[in-house]
């Protein structure tokens, strides 16, 4: 009975868990190292104060996939002015272009530093490898494939058991937080949530579970409201896997990066690449390959969720089929949108764009995507024309608009910081 239990929990989990999993791609392993580095264990505290907003704010987004068949693009397009529409879809393949460039940048890196050659040819390499599997693989096969990926990302918990831990440090900057009133402060609390609560992740979700929907041949919630229980009790489930499980590995890479660079006066870290080299020295070649190795996993993980979040907003917006199941001729825009950003970002290099540049003006461009998207997703899931008499109830709209106004003032002492 236990193992049958087991085997349903593990059926149950997809959308909400492989979420959480590619919310820790390179870009965000890159912003985690530098905090660790630059505040040691003092900033740890923020993951379980974000814990609660991002969870609400997927659960929002797999509620509106869900319940109204349709993705956040397809409800914007049929229940707000196409002004917003265009912004926010446009706002989100730039954002995400540019963090597939700097994903697929520190995947090339990696693999540079582990067998050597050039970097731009692993970057394209990956890039490629990442479409072939996104367009021709089937739904089942492909998501069972992300799944897989996400054990990647124990090799930053093993990475602090392989390095000496101060364990009671640690733990205070994970329970008591630490404020200190500078811009530097500032400006790593404000990255800590625009790469948490990330833009792309709300598009992701909500076309996923429109493709289980597809999958399991399901009708929408709203259609067929005697499963809406069942299913919301999953979906809560699930997503508060996938965020326990990012926000769990994302303390771990602060940790790991405290208790090396940190603690050895190294503080300055400009991307996940750099994070793994300066391990090296400082903690032995055997921490520096387990963090090198999970560069790639995750980024095998998060880069095709960047594209597809990005076609399934384009998509949508035209009114065109969106989805991973689909053969390629006959979703052509959903694909040649996968297509052209997972290019379009592998190409950065060429141009010479610093990918860690680029980064952080995706980081900018997600902070001002973000608290408007998410204010836009809580009127749409609140919105009786949207979702019937399935909206979200008082307290989990109460906690939402809470993570609605931390990340507009996250995204107001982002831009003050830069002055």
């Given at each position: 009975?236990?193992?049958?239990?087991?085997?349903?929990?593990?059926?149950?989990?997809?959308?909400?868990?492989?979420?959480?999993?590619?919310?820790?791609?390179?870009?965000?392993?890159?912003?985690?190292?530098?905090?660790?580095?630059?505040?040691?264990?003092?900033?740890?505290?923020?993951?379980?104060?974000?814990?609660?907003?991002?969870?609400?704010?997927?659960?929002?987004?797999?509620?509106?996939?869900s319940v109204t068949g349709r993705g956040i693009a397809a409800n914007l397009r049929r229940h707000y002015p196409r002004s917003v529409l265009w912004s926010a879809v446009t706002l989100l393949v730039v954002a995400n272009v540019i963090n597939l460039g700097a994903d697929l940048s520190a995947m090339g890196a990696a693999m540079q530093m582990l067998v050597g050659g050039r970097v731009f040819a692993f970057t394209l390499a990956f890039g490629v490898v990442s479409l072939l599997l996104e367009i021709f693989l089937d739904y089942r096969r492909?998501?069972?494939?992300?799944?897989?990926?996400?054990?990647?990302?124990?090799?930053?918990?093993?990475?602090?058991?392989?390095?000496?831990?101060?364990?009671?440090?640690?733990?205070?900057?994970?329970?008591?937080?630490?404020?200190?009133?500078?811009?530097?402060?500032?400006?790593?609390?404000?990255?800590?949530?625009?790469?948490?609560?990330?833009?792309?992740?709300?598009?992701?979700?909500?076309?996923?579970?429109?493709?289980?929907?597809?999958?399991?041949?399901?009708?929408?919630?709203?259609?067929?409201?005697?499963?809406?229980?069942?299913?919301?009790?999953?979906?809560?489930?699930?997503?508060?896997?996938?965020?326990?499980?990012?926000?769990?590995?994302?303390?771990?890479?602060?940790?790991?990066?405290?208790?090396?660079?940190?603690?050895?006066?190294?503080?300055?870290?400009?991307?996940?690449?750099?994070?793994?080299?300066?391990?090296?020295?400082?903690?032995?070649?055997?921490?520096?390959?387990?963090?090198?190795?999970?560069?790639?996993?995750?980024?095998?993980?998060?880069?095709?969720?960047?594209?597809?979040?990005?076609?399934?907003?384009?998509?949508?917006?035209?009114?065109?089929?969106?989805?991973?199941?689909?053969?390629?001729?006959?979703?052509?825009?959903?694909?040649?949108?996968?297509?052209?950003?997972?290019?379009?970002?592998?190409?950065?290099?060429?141009?010479?764009?610093?990918?860690?540049?680029?980064?952080?003006?995706?980081?900018?461009?997600?902070?001002?995507?973000?608290?408007?998207?998410?204010?836009?997703?809580?009127?749409?899931?609140?919105?009786?024309?949207?979702?019937?008499?399935?909206?979200?109830?008082?307290?989990?709209?109460?906690?939402?608009?809470?993570?609605?106004?931390?990340?507009?003032?996250?995204?107001?002492?982002?831009?003050?910081?830069?002055?």
């Open positions: 009975m236990a193992e049958q239990q087991r085997k349903s929990l593990l059926a149950r989990l997809g959308p909400g868990l492989i979420t959480g999993a590619a919310d820790d791609d390179p870009s965000g392993i890159g912003t985690y190292s530098q905090v660790g580095a630059e505040f040691g264990y003092g900033l740890a505290w923020t993951q379980l104060f974000t814990l609660p907003f991002m969870t609400i704010i997927q659960d929002v987004a797999a509620q509106i996939g492909y998501a069972n494939v992300l799944r897989f990926a996400t054990l990647s990302l124990f090799a930053y918990v093993a990475v602090v058991f392989a390095v000496h831990l101060p364990w009671g440090q640690a733990l205070r900057g994970l329970l008591i937080p630490h404020v200190e009133w500078t811009a530097a402060f500032a400006t790593g609390f404000v990255a800590l949530l625009g790469t948490t609560i990330s833009p792309y992740l709300f598009f992701w979700q909500a076309g996923q579970e429109i493709e289980e929907e597809r999958r399991n041949h399901s009708k929408p919630l709203y259609v067929a409201p005697a499963k809406a229980g069942a299913e919301m009790r999953r979906i809560r489930q699930d997503t508060l896997i996938g965020m326990c499980f990012s926000n769990v590995v994302s303390i771990f890479i602060i940790w790991a990066a405290a208790a090396t660079l940190h603690a050895h006066g190294i503080t300055t870290i400009e991307s996940a690449a750099q994070a793994a080299q300066a391990l090296q020295p400082v903690a032995g070649r055997f921490a520096f390959l387990l963090f090198a190795l999970g560069i790639i996993g995750t980024g095998l993980l998060a880069v095709p969720v960047l594209a597809g979040s990005a076609a399934y907003g384009v998509a949508e917006m035209f009114g065109r089929p969106a989805s991973l199941d689909s053969k390629p001729l006959n979703a052509r825009l959903f694909n040649a949108t996968i297509v052209v950003t997972t290019i379009a970002g592998a190409s950065m290099q060429i141009v010479g764009v610093n990918p860690v540049r680029a980064l952080y003006w995706s980081a900018v461009i997600n902070g001002v995507l973000a608290a408007p998207l998410m204010a836009l997703m809580m009127l749409i899931v609140t919105n009786h024309r949207a979702m019937g008499h399935l909206t979200l109830g008082r307290g989990g709209a109460i906690l939402g608009w809470a993570a609605t106004a931390v990340m507009t003032l996250a995204t107001v002492l982002f831009f003050v910081s830069l002055f």
